[in-house]
């Protein structure tokens, strides 16, 4: 009897571990599920929210400084101007996309337009892939839609008068010295400047803004501060072949040039085609032929053309160190991404430090 009793302990008690070990199983199945429904959950959450109301993005080069910093790192936003449904079918959080599908897409409403002088986020626009998978580039937005751009001597005119200054835009100086005095590197850029080489003995070229140029300019040692100006029969090399002017392309030199806006009916010439040739073909999908001085476009011989959408003509803050609109032309609306909102993190790369004085700053216009 002893025995069998001792048996069915035996029994009682492997039942009793078996259950507790389905339990511990169950238990850890459930927190398994609940974690993997939380990372679900954020996932989806994070790409609805990056796809449709913010998006993180890196200053990778100088063409903004110094308003934003390379190792800038930004909050877009892309409800100010309304974000785009999906363009492309992709991996998530990757640029890896499917080749030759395109969805069909809309713009959702936002806060406002593009105005004048918004520092905003966009598509490259004469990448090939399709737009979303473009490079993204940040410049502000100096010509909205019906202005008149106009570069004269490396200074940009809107609608005739000189384009609004801001703190942080800089421009290449010349700076003069007296006879056998030479310009300290260390205290220029003590001065906020930055020295990048001489112009001829006695003369040196500075990129700063228009502030440290008024305070170098009262140094003793420093007889002339003047804006820097390529000639005007300067040719600069453009390796896409885009130019504002026919026969030349020089960013210190531009004609006034309407920025495009949709409805606006341009009468298109030899002399001219070449400003919206990426607009008509590239960016509204159109087919065009050039038969001596006629156009046939979509089958149609005719010299003119009804703009389909609004550009803006785009340029980055550091002037003379920016691949921007008078380089490669107008901005279409579709490949506007959003607006840029706020310096969440900032990494000086030189120093290897963070930037601690510009972290969280919202950034303004």
Not at 213 to 219: D, G, H, L, P, V
């Amino acid at each position: 009897m002893a025995d069998q009793l001792s048996k069915e302990e035996r029994e009682e008690r492997r039942s009793r571990r078996n259950r507790r070990k389905g339990k511990e199983n169950e238990e850890a199945k459930s927190w398994l599920r609940e974690w993997m429904d939380a990372l679900l959950f954020a996932a989806v959450a994070a790409i609805i929210i990056r796809a449709l109301l913010f998006e993180a993005y890196r200053i990778p080069t100088p063409s903004m400084e110094k308003t934003l910093l390379t190792g800038d790192f930004l909050i877009v936003s892309k409800i100010s101007y309304g974000a785009r449904t999906p363009m492309v079918v992709g991996v998530p959080f990757t640029n890896i996309y499917m080749p030759g599908v395109v969805l069909p897409w809309s713009r959702l409403p936002g806060l406002s337009e593009v105005e004048r002088n918004d520092i905003v986020v966009f598509n490259y626009p004469i990448d090939l892939d399709p737009t979303a998978a473009k490079t993204s580039y940040i410049k502000r937005a100096v010509g909205v839609p019906g202005d008149t751009v106009t570069v004269d001597d490396a200074e940009l005119f809107i609608n005739s008068d000189r384009a609004k200054s801001f703190e942080g835009i800089q421009q290449t100086y010349v700076v003069t010295v007296r006879d056998r005095v030479r310009l300290s590197p260390a205290k220029v850029e003590a001065a906020g400047g930055r020295l990048i080489g001489s112009q001829n003995q006695g003369s040196y070229r500075v990129t700063m803004t228009e502030d440290v140029a008024e305070k170098i300019s009262n140094w003793p040692e420093v007889n002339n501060v003047e804006l820097f100006v390529l000639p005007e029969d300067f040719n600069e090399f453009n390796r896409r072949d885009f130019s504002f002017s026919s026969g030349f392309n020089n960013h210190h030199h531009i004609p006034p040039v309407v920025v495009p806006f949709e409805g606006q009916t341009v009468t298109l010439t030899p002399d001219n085609y070449h400003i919206y040739e990426n607009i008509i073909t590239r960016y509204e999908g159109n087919n065009v032929e050039r038969n001596g001085n006629q156009f046939v476009i979509n089958g149609e011989t005719t010299n003119e053309y009804t703009i389909k959408q609004d550009y803006y003509f785009m340029m980055g803050d550091n002037r003379d160190d920016s691949e921007d609109s008078r380089f490669w032309g107008f901005v279409p609306q579709t490949h506007i991404v959003g607006k840029a909102g706020m310096i969440y993190f900032s990494w000086d790369n030189e120093r290897m430090l963070p930037r601690f004085g510009r972290i969280l700053n919202f950034i303004h216009d």
